[in-house]
Nanobody
Framework: QVQLVESGGGLVQAGGSLRLSCAAS????????MGWYRQAPGKQRELVVT???????NYADSVKGRFTISRDNAKNTAYLQMNSLKPEDTAVYYC?????????WGQGTQVTVSS
């Protein structure tokens, strides 16, 4: 059993910053890629960014230059630093981790950006 616990969401004004964390625990053998996805009301879940175990990243065009993902493999934790936030960044953010052939998801954390 693997659990992903997210933290760090909240309400912020446009132009502000937030930092999300995702900590994995449980029967972790070898976490592969980790990442963040988001889902706004009435929209499909979309990729925000992923990071491989070796640190290779893949950002959605909409967040390039504003968001930065990092991870600490020793702590099985990933971080998402979000700067210059925009109202269109408002969504529930979900952490994802791939272990062998299985995808695991966190419960989601709300990020709300006011204009």
């Amino acid at each position: 059993q693997v659990q992903l616990v997210e933290s760090g969401g909240g309400l912020v004004q446009a132009g502000g910053s937030l930092r999300l964390s995702c900590a994995a625990s449980g029967s972790i053998f070898n976490i592969g890629a980790m990442g963040w996805y988001r889902q706004a009301p009435g929209k499909q879940r979309e990729l925000v960014v992923t990071i491989s175990r070796g640190g290779v990243t893949n950002y959605a065009d909409s967040v390039k230059g504003r968001f930065t993902i990092s991870r600490d493999n020793a702590k099985n934790t990933a971080y998402l630093q979000m700067n210059s936030l925009k109202p269109e960044d408002t969504a529930v953010y979900y952490c994802n981790a791939k272990i062998l052939i299985t995808d695991y998801w966190g419960q989601g954390t709300q990020v709300t950006v006011s204009s």
